[in-house]
């Protein structure tokens, strides 16, 4: 396709600008279906969904709460990932993590 941009005037190339961005919207919206169509064939083939293996992979999810601020309760922590300050504060005035263990 050969478009001789010189010889278009300013709202010509707007346009084309505007229909080739709806183009590209286009083109990802169907390779996104393809690619989920293609996904969700390959966990066919181990028997599950698609919507079964992402959910079971935990992305996103902050695990279950193995700590508890003992002056608030409210306040876990997994375990995992950097101290919370309440965690620091209890261990510098002799606490353990078993004593905050929920």
């Known amino acids: 396709m050969q478009i001789d941009l010189d010889k278009l ?55 279950v709460a193995k700590y508890a601020n003992p002056a608030d309760p409210s306040q876990t922590w997994t375990g995992r990932g950097r101290k919370p300050n309440w965690v620091l504060d209890a261990l510098k005035a002799g606490k353990s993590l078993d004593d905050m263990m929920l």
């Open 9 to 63: 005037s300013r709202e010509d190339l707007k346009q084309l600008i505007n229909d080739a961005q709806k183009a590209l919207k286009t083109v990802d919206t169907r390779r996104r279906a393809e690619a989920k169509r293609a996904a969700e064939q390959a966990v066919k083939e181990f028997g599950y969904s698609l919507d079964e293996v992402v959910t079971a992979s935990g992305k996103g999810s902050k695990g």
